[in-house]
Nanobody, 120 residues
Framework: QVQVVESGGGLVQTGGSLRLSCAAS????????MGWYRQAPGKQRELVAA???????DYADSVKGRFTISRDKAQNTMYLQMNSLKPEDTAVYYC??????????????WGQGTQVTVSS
Protein backbone atom coordinates (compact mmCIF):
# COMPACT_ATOMS: atom_id res chain seq x y z
CA GLN A 1 0.00 0.00 0.00
CA VAL A 2 1.19 3.45 -0.94
CA GLN A 3 -0.41 6.63 0.31
CA VAL A 4 0.05 10.24 -0.69
CA VAL A 5 -1.03 13.15 1.45
CA GLU A 6 -1.26 16.76 0.32
CA SER A 7 -0.96 19.84 2.49
CA GLY A 8 -0.54 23.56 2.16
CA GLY A 9 -3.76 24.69 0.56
CA GLY A 10 -5.71 27.69 1.73
CA LEU A 11 -7.22 31.04 0.90
CA VAL A 12 -5.08 33.67 -0.77
CA GLN A 13 -5.68 36.92 -2.60
CA THR A 14 -5.03 37.43 -6.28
CA GLY A 15 -1.32 37.79 -6.88
CA GLY A 16 -0.43 35.85 -3.76
CA SER A 17 1.57 32.68 -3.32
CA LEU A 18 1.09 29.24 -1.82
CA ARG A 19 3.29 26.21 -1.51
CA LEU A 20 1.74 22.77 -1.64
CA SER A 21 3.44 19.66 -0.35
CA CYS A 22 2.82 16.01 -1.12
CA ALA A 23 4.30 13.22 0.95
CA ALA A 24 4.28 9.63 -0.27
CA SER A 25 4.59 6.79 2.20
CA UNK A 26 4.11 3.07 2.53
CA UNK A 27 5.62 0.16 0.70
CA UNK A 28 7.52 2.19 -1.88
CA UNK A 29 10.22 0.66 -4.02
CA UNK A 30 10.18 3.38 -6.65
CA UNK A 31 8.28 6.50 -7.67
CA UNK A 32 8.44 6.64 -11.46
CA UNK A 33 6.14 9.59 -11.97
CA MET A 34 4.66 12.15 -9.65
CA GLY A 35 2.48 15.11 -10.33
CA TRP A 36 -0.07 17.68 -9.35
CA TYR A 37 -3.58 17.80 -10.77
CA ARG A 38 -6.49 20.08 -10.01
CA GLN A 39 -10.24 20.02 -10.34
CA ALA A 40 -12.41 23.10 -10.26
CA PRO A 41 -16.16 22.87 -9.63
CA GLY A 42 -17.97 21.60 -12.71
CA LYS A 43 -14.74 20.88 -14.56
CA GLN A 44 -12.66 17.82 -15.27
CA ARG A 45 -9.49 17.07 -13.38
CA GLU A 46 -6.49 18.47 -15.26
CA LEU A 47 -2.75 18.19 -15.09
CA VAL A 48 -1.02 21.13 -13.43
CA ALA A 49 2.59 19.98 -13.31
CA ALA A 50 4.37 16.67 -13.17
CA UNK A 51 7.63 14.79 -13.17
CA UNK A 52 7.21 12.25 -15.94
CA UNK A 53 8.50 8.70 -16.08
CA UNK A 54 10.86 9.90 -18.78
CA UNK A 55 12.56 12.26 -16.36
CA UNK A 56 11.14 15.49 -17.69
CA UNK A 57 8.77 18.02 -16.18
CA ASP A 58 5.45 19.01 -17.71
CA TYR A 59 3.42 22.11 -16.96
CA ALA A 60 -0.03 23.14 -18.05
CA ASP A 61 0.20 26.19 -20.30
CA SER A 62 -1.98 28.12 -17.87
CA VAL A 63 0.59 27.86 -15.08
CA LYS A 64 3.89 28.12 -16.95
CA GLY A 65 6.05 30.86 -15.51
CA ARG A 66 3.98 31.04 -12.31
CA PHE A 67 4.15 27.54 -10.81
CA THR A 68 7.24 25.48 -10.07
CA ILE A 69 7.30 21.80 -9.24
CA SER A 70 10.12 20.31 -7.20
CA ARG A 71 10.82 17.15 -5.28
CA ASP A 72 12.95 15.64 -2.57
CA LYS A 73 13.52 12.10 -3.76
CA ALA A 74 15.12 11.01 -0.51
CA GLN A 75 11.98 12.03 1.39
CA ASN A 76 9.48 10.90 -1.28
CA THR A 77 8.10 14.42 -1.16
CA MET A 78 7.01 16.77 -3.90
CA TYR A 79 6.20 20.46 -3.81
CA LEU A 80 4.30 22.95 -5.91
CA GLN A 81 5.27 26.59 -5.52
CA MET A 82 2.43 28.70 -6.84
CA ASN A 83 3.07 32.39 -7.45
CA SER A 84 0.99 35.14 -9.01
CA LEU A 85 -2.15 33.22 -8.23
CA LYS A 86 -5.33 34.03 -10.11
CA PRO A 87 -8.98 33.34 -9.28
CA GLU A 88 -9.03 30.74 -12.06
CA ASP A 89 -6.45 28.74 -10.10
CA THR A 90 -9.14 28.03 -7.52
CA ALA A 91 -9.59 24.27 -7.33
CA VAL A 92 -8.93 21.18 -5.30
CA TYR A 93 -5.33 20.17 -5.94
CA TYR A 94 -4.46 16.49 -5.96
CA CYS A 95 -1.16 14.70 -5.74
CA UNK A 96 -0.56 11.60 -7.82
CA UNK A 97 2.25 9.08 -7.65
CA UNK A 98 2.98 5.99 -9.74
CA UNK A 99 5.67 3.38 -9.35
CA UNK A 100 6.46 -0.01 -7.85
CA UNK A 101 5.89 -1.32 -4.35
CA UNK A 102 8.54 -3.29 -2.51
CA UNK A 103 6.77 -6.41 -3.79
CA UNK A 104 7.26 -5.04 -7.30
CA UNK A 105 3.58 -4.43 -7.89
CA UNK A 106 2.55 -1.31 -9.74
CA UNK A 107 0.72 1.33 -7.75
CA UNK A 108 -1.14 4.46 -8.75
CA UNK A 109 -1.94 6.55 -5.72
CA TRP A 110 -4.07 9.68 -5.38
CA GLY A 111 -4.29 11.93 -2.38
CA GLN A 112 -7.47 13.31 -0.87
CA GLY A 113 -6.81 16.76 -2.25
CA THR A 114 -6.21 20.18 -0.75
CA GLN A 115 -8.37 23.20 -1.48
CA VAL A 116 -6.81 26.30 -2.99
CA THR A 117 -9.03 29.36 -3.15
CA VAL A 118 -7.89 32.59 -4.77
CA SER A 119 -10.05 35.60 -4.03
CA SER A 120 -10.37 38.48 -6.46
Amino acid sequence: QVQVVESGGGLVQTGGSLRLSCAASGSIFSINAMGWYRQAPGKQRELVAAFTSGGTTDYADSVKGRFTISRDKAQNTMYLQMNSLKPEDTAVYYCNARGLTRSRYEYHAWGQGTQVTVSS
